[in-house]
């Protein structure tokens, strides 16, 4: 059984950071593109950044210049570190990703819980 779970989410000031985790555990045979998505309150769910295995990254507009997503294969781990943060970044950030449990296993989506993050003065 795979399973993401996120953590550093929190309550922020305009302008201040944070940096969110995610990390993968069970059986695993390869992580495909690592993907942070989030839900602002009464919106849909929106993809925020993806990275590759070979590191390839891709922003949203609207975070372009402000967040960054990092991974540790080894760890199975992956980051988003969010600067410059404003108030329409508030959403709960989920993680997502592709999962091979075996060489021929085509992989599974799977997403994480959610983790809160407002940003409010």
């Known amino acids: 059984q795979v399973q993401l779970v996120e953590s550093g989410g929190g309550s922020v000031q305009p302008g201040e950071s944070l940096r969110l985790s995610c990390a993968a555990s069970?059986?695993?045979?390869?992580?495909?593109?690592m993907e942070w998505h989030r839900q602002p309150p009464g919106k849909q769910r929106e993809l925020v950044a993806t990275?590759?295995?070979?590191?390839?990254?891709n922003y949203a507009d609207s975070v372009k210049g402000r967040f960054a997503i990092s991974r540790d294969n080894d760890k199975h781990m992956w980051y988003l570190q969010m600067n410059s943060l404003k108030p329409e970044d508030t959403a709960v950030y989920y993680c997502?990703?592709?999962?091979?449990?075996?060489?021929?296993?085509?992989?599974?989506?799977?997403w994480g819980q959610g983790t809160l993050v407002t940003v409010s003065s």
């Open positions: 997502f990703a592709h999962i091979q449990i075996a060489t021929l296993d085509p992989g599974t989506p799977y």
């Open positions: 069970g059986r695993i045979f390869n992580i495909y593109a």
């Open positions: 990275i590759t295995g070979g590191g390839h990254t």
